[in-house]
């Protein structure tokens, strides 16, 4: 049960809280005797505390995102898929307590309730070590994959940029790929964004897309300083 919270240092005080985040209601169903509780509301808590947390973080952060922007990248962390690619990078999916009939349908991989798994332990590390303790969990798990552009496919970064240096006339701006490496199937770009031939943001990605995404991202940010 342990392995991952090792990575992180958590030890949580109550075990018991720990285990209901894993544990699905068919399970509950089929183990009556054990008078145990399912996720769903921790589930519920969980859901808000990342809703608060990730909204603080963007605030804090991304200075030069309107309201709508911080509305549309917060929705892109929080839904289903997001919540899933969270689970999944902490194998989440070996830890879930369920019943023999959700194994046998191929439950324990389905992203909706990885997705909710994800949830109720934020849930429970909420309930049973405070904030603090979450938002240390979100800077390991979540926060990088925002900055280095994993959501900004609904995000156009490159556009808001050439926006803002027209609007302001700050002169030409150019994209350059310095480097790409790695293996075919998980490569790593890296870009960066010019204006008037000075490097304002650097930027790494999965495609040279995403690491042009990312560097105007970064841009505007030092803009915005």
Not at 8 to 25: G, P
Not at 51 to 69: A, M, R, V
Not at 76 to 105: D, K, P, Y
Request: proline share 2%; aromatic share 10%; hydrophobic share 35%.
């Amino acid at each position: 049960m342990h392995h991952f919270l090792d990575d992180f240092s958590f030890s949580f005080q109550n075990e018991t809280l720990l285990k209901q985040a894993f544990t699905h209601s068919s399970y509950v169903n089929e183990h009556r005797r054990e008078s145990q509780d399912d996720y769903e509301r921790l589930e519920f808590l969980g859901d808000a505390v990342l809703e608060l947390l990730i909204s603080q973080h963007l605030f804090k952060n991304y200075p030069e995102l309107s309201e709508g922007d911080m509305t549309k990248l917060r929705a892109a962390i929080v839904c289903e898929t997001g919540l899933f690619q969270f689970a999944s990078s902490l194998s989440f999916e070996e830890m879930i307590f369920l019943g023999r009939g959700e194994e046998v349908t191929g439950g324990r991989k389905r992203p909706s309730l990885l997705a909710d798994v994800f949830e109720a332990f934020v849930g429970a590390l909420y309930l049973d070590q405070g904030l603090q303790e979450v938002e240390r969990f979100l800077e390991k798990v979540v926060y990088p994959r925002i900055s280095d552009g994993s959501f900004s496919h609904v995000m156009d970064y490159k556009s808001q940029l050439q926006e803002t240096v027209q609007r302001k006339n700050l002169g030409e701006l150019d994209y350059e790929l310095i480097s790409e490496k790695g293996p075919a199937h998980h490569r790593e770009f890296t870009s960066h964004v010019l204006l008037n031939s000075e490097v304002i943001g650097k930027g790494k990605g999965h495609s040279k897309k995403d690491s042009e995404q990312s560097a105007a991202s970064k841009a505007l940010r030092n803009l915005a300083e």
